[in-house]
C-alpha cells in the first residue's frame, strides 16, 4: 500500500494558463474523489468516480474545470484559463466503498496551486 | 442540503489537559460520521468514525459518541500530547437504501495547538 500520491505538490502560474494534476489512488480502490481546500476551510467537493465513470460533480465546478480517469487507475484534473480565485489546495482521495456505504478516504497531499 | 459544523479556532491547550472540539450536524438520512486529523505537511487521515447513533468511534486516546437527538459528534481527549497538534475536521457521509448521493461533506476544521 503506497497510499494516495498526486502531482505535482506545488504550481505556480500565471492567470490564463491551464493547469493538470495527477491523482494515483490506492490500486484497489474503485472510487476516486477531488476536493479543494482554502486556507481556513474545510476541503470542498468536486468530483467524483466510481471506476472510470464520473459519477457526481459539484455545482460550484465551472466549465473550465474537467477531470478524467481513463481505465478507472489514475485521475486527471485539468483547470483552463485560470483565474486567481483558483488559488487553493487540490485534493485527492479514494476508497473502496461498496454498495450504499461509505468507507474512509485516503487523502493524497494535495497540489497546492498558486496562480499570479 | 448536508452540512457540518464545527467549533472555530485555534484551540490552545497545554499539555495534559482535557480537549473537546465540538461538531454538529445536519443531513438527510442516516450518515455515517468521521473525524480526521491533518498534521502540518501532510494529508488528511482519518482518526476515528461512527456509523449509527450511540455509537462511539475511538483511536489513540480519542473518542467520539454519534448523538442523534442532539446531532453532534465531539471529539474528546482526556490528556492531550504536544504532538496532538494539528487541525481536526469532522464529516459525514450519508448512507442511502438506494439512490441518492453519499459524497463526504466536511466541516471547516479546527485548529489544535499543545504547548509543553
Known amino acids: 500500500d503506497t497510499g494516495v500520491s498526486q502531482d505535482p505538490r506545488h504550481k505556480i502560474t500565471k492567470r490564463g494558463q491551464n493547469v493538470t494534476f495527477r491523482c494515483d489512488p490506492i490500486?484497489?480502490?474503485?472510487?476516486l474523489y477531488w476536493y479543494r481546500q482554502t486556507l481556513g476551510q474545510g476541503p470542498e467537493f468536486l468530483t467524483y468516480?466510481?471506476?472510470?465513470?464520473?459519477?457526481?460533480k459539484s455545482r460550484l465546478l465551472s466549465d473550465r474545470f474537467s477531470a478524467e480517469r481513463p481505465k478507472g487507475s489514475f485521475s486527471t484534473l485539468e483547470i483552463q484559463r485560470t483565474e486567481q480565485g483558483d488559488s487553493a489546495m487540490y485534493l485527492c482521495?479514494?476508497?473502496?466503498?461498496?454498495?450504499?456505504?461509505?468507507?474512509?478516504?485516503?487523502f493524497g497531499s494535495g497540489t497546492q496551486l498558486s496562480v499570479l | 442540503g448536508n452540512s457540518v459544523t464545527q467549533m472555530e479556532g485555534p484551540v490552545t491547550l497545554s499539555e495534559e489537559a482535557f480537549l473537546t472540539i465540538n461538531c454538529t450536524y445536519t443531513?438527510?438520512?442516516?450518515?455515517?460520521l468521521f473525524w480526521y486529523v491533518q498534521y502540518p505537511g501532510e494529508g488528511l487521515q482519518l482518526l476515528l468514525k461512527a456509523t449509527k447513533a450511540d455509537d462511539k468511534g475511538s483511536n489513540k486516546g480519542f473518542e467520539a459518541t454519534y448523538r442523534k437527538e442532539t446531532t453532534s459528534f465531539h471529539l474528546e481527549k482526556g490528556s492531550v500530547q504536544v504532538s496532538d497538534s494539528a487541525v481536526y475536521f469532522c464529516?459525514?457521509?450519508?448512507?442511502?437504501?438506494?439512490?441518492?448521493?453519499?459524497?463526504?461533506?466536511f466541516g471547516r476544521g479546527t485548529s489544535l495547538i499543545v504547548h509543553p
Open positions: 464529516a459525514l457521509s450519508p448512507v442511502h437504501a438506494s439512490g441518492g448521493s453519499y459524497i463526504p461533506t
Open positions: 490500486s484497489e480502490h474503485n472510487r
Open positions: 482521495a479514494s476508497s473502496s466503498g461498496t454498495g450504499v456505504t461509505n468507507e474512509k478516504l485516503f
Open positions: 443531513a438527510t438520512g442516516y450518515p455515517s
Open positions: 468516480f466510481q471506476n472510470e465513470a464520473q459519477l457526481e
